[in-house]
Nanobody, 123 residues
Framework: QVQLVESGGGLVQAGGSLRLSCAAS????????MGWFRQAPGKEREFVAA????????YYADSVKGRFTISRDNAKNTVYLQMNSLKPEDTAAYSC????????????????WGQGTQVTVSS
């Protein structure tokens, strides 16, 4: 199994920045992708960004391209989501997840999830 712990959420004004972190432990050698997903009240969970755990490959939702950057530090078993130019519509609970296969954008292929961290962007 893989255990995931997120940190870094909070309240920020529109146009501001936040960096989320996700620390992985356990069977990290089995991870193929690490992803970030978000869910706003009354809405379905949506894909935000994903990164290959080894090698090269990043993926972004159209709504965050150019504003968010996903990165990883394998030595620390940690994935980051740098969020810039935040908008009120980015307000949601953000969760990181780990996938053992090669479908980076579909949450159904992520068996391991963190507890989530709230991001609130005020206008």
């Amino acid at each position: 199994q893989v255990q995931l712990v997120e940190s870094g959420g909070g309240l920020v004004q529109a146009g501001g920045s936040l960096r989320l972190s996700c620390a992985a432990s356990g069977r990290t050698f089995s991870i193929s992708y690490m992803g970030w997903f978000r869910q706003a009240p009354g809405k379905e969970r949506e894909f935000v960004a994903a990164i290959r755990w080894s090698g090269i490959g990043t993926y972004y939702a159209d709504s965050v391209k150019g504003r968010f950057t996903i990165s990883r530090d394998n030595a620390k078993n940690t994935v980051y989501l740098q969020m810039n130019s935040l908008k009120p519509e980015d307000t949601a609970a953000y969760s990181c997840a780990s996938s053992l296969n090669s479908v980076p954008k579909d949450p159904a292929f992520y068996p391991y999830w963190g507890q989530g961290t709230q991001v609130t962007v005020s206008s």
